[in-house]
């Protein structure tokens, strides 16, 4: 989990989300901004954090097995296609975002309402890999 | 020996061709090729597969509905092994290559992991 220590971490995460909406729009701002929030320890070390990802993605991959998906793997789906944006993953991310789009889809409702962040991540998933990561980046410098 | 008939399905088609030439290089299986989901039942029925290749992850159909569809007909039996591009190698050996189980392996293929992988399910090494 990313720890925002102190109040002044929480209010430059804040201004960074509020930026983000405004800047890139509403659905690509909104993972934008969950990236910041990304709950992975040490969330820029590959090992530790690709070690992460896979712990995650079995619970996934059991409901997707078992068909029994519900809307917690799709908020594991979210979280896990975060995370491969933050490592690097990019075959990864496309993958895991197709199976949010279609989901998604399928579940209607709030979910339906996730629909354009998927698509707009799966316009281009190089530019939401490489932002991701800068962000981080720069979240860990200040 | 008969060579073993391999059906992989996978809607990324390179990644279908790469198992082919691998595994058909070796002369102890024969490979069909799958690369839409939907159609998985009918290249089963005409190709009779003793295991099946899949992977989880797919547009239209994910990889345990399309081992569902299978098993409800005439491939109750059908040995089956999952591919994912969602988790690494290392965390899955973590796990026995396994889930529930259920026999896993990891892209990118290792062709000499993925045929030890094929003879196990198969029962033989």
Known sequence: MLTVNTRIQQEIAEAFENGLRLRYGEALGALYSEVLRYRAGNFLEVDELRANLDTE???????????KVESSTLSGIRSLM?????????EAVIRWATEELNRARQFG???????PQWEAVLRNPGDFVLFARQLKYFLMAI | ???????????????????????????????REVNNP??????AREFRPQVVLLDVIMPGRDGGQVLAELRAHEFT???AIFVTATMTQRGL?????????????????????LIKRIEEVLGYS
């Open chain 1, 57 to 67: 993605a079995v619970p996934v991959l059991r409901a997707i097995l078992t068909n």
């Open chain 1, 82 to 90: 975060i995370g491969c944006a933050i490592a690097g993953d990019q």
């Open chain 1, 109 to 115: 409702g709030e979910w339906a309402d996730t629909v």
């Open chain 2, 1 to 31: 020996m008969e060579p073993r008939r391999v059906l992989v399905i996978d809607d990324e088609a390179i990644f279908t061709n790469l198992v082919k030439l691998n595994l058909e290089k070796t002369g102890r299986f024969t490979v």
């Open chain 2, 38 to 43: 939907l159609e998985a039942l009918a290249a």
């Open chain 2, 77 to 79: 039996y059908l040995p």
């Open chain 2, 93 to 113: 050996q973590q796990r026995d290559d396994q889930i529930d189980g259920v026999p896993f392996i990891a892209k990118p293929v290792e062709p000499k992991k």
